[in-house]
């Protein structure tokens, strides 16, 4: 049986806007939607093909490093930007304090672990090799 074979390149982008991009372009777009980097809709995305499928990472070491800390701290600081009230978010707060100490998972992680945890068709394939 063949598998749908969706192939991102680390070499495509250098942050989390980038990642956004190159992940409509290469499985979004199949879909006739497009991802605006809500991390829920991106779980719920991984789930709408009903066929296994395959998601190669090439150049996932650059992305490892791309989505690392600094990407993460970013991500974080938009989430309270984003908020009415950030003073009273501490969950944000307290996880931008992790961040910052380069301690906890990274935004690279929270995608790996999405991708492979929660989607019962998809199988990740990352390309680590330099």
């Known amino acids: 049986m063949d ?17 956004i991009r190159e ?5 979004i777009s199949r879909l006739g ?6 991390l829920d809709a991106f779980n719920d ?6 066929a296994p499928y395959t998601i190669k990472w ?4 650059k ?9 993460t701290i970013t991500w974080y600081l938009r989430k ?7 003073s009273k978010n501490q969950f944000f707060w307290d996880q931008l304090d992790t961040a910052r100490k380069h301690d906890g998972p990274t935004l690279f992680d929270w995608l790996v672990d999405m991708i492979r945890d929660n989607s019962p068709h998809a199988t990740l394939e990352l390309d680590d090799g330099l």
């Open 45 to 50: 995305y991984l789930y709408w093909p009903e």
């Open 80 to 86: 309270l930007l984003e908020t009415d009230r950030p």
């Open 63 to 71: 992305s490892r490093l791309d989505l690392g800390y600094e990407a």
């Open 3 to 19: 598998q749908d074979i969706f192939e991102i390149n680390g070499g495509n982008f250098d942050d989390f806007d980038g990642f």
């Open 33 to 38: 939607v497009e991802w605006n980097g809500n």
């Open 23 to 27: 992940f409509n372009r290469v499985f």
């Open 58 to 61: 090439r150049k996932s070491w």
